[in-house]
C-alpha cells in the first residue's frame, strides 16, 4: 500500500512540474496572436510543450 501511495505522489508531483512548465511558455501564444512572434520562431518549444501535454495524459491515465 506504502509503494502505491508513493508512487501516486510521485505521479501527482510530475504532473505537477509539467503544468508549471507549461504555464511558464504559456507566454508564446500570446507573442503569436499578437504578432509579436511567428510559429517558426518558437517551433521547438511549441513541439515541447505538446510532449509535455502527453506525458501528463499518460501519468493521469496510470492507475496509481
Known sequence: ?????????NKDIQIAQLLEQLASTDYISNKIIEGDA??????????QRKQ???EIRRLQKLPY
Open 38 to 47: 511567428t510559429i517558426e520562431q518558437y517551433a521547438d518549444l511549441i513541439e
Open 1 to 9: 500500500i506504502e509503494k502505491k501511495r508513493q508512487q501516486g505522489l
Open 52 to 54: 509535455w501535454r502527453a
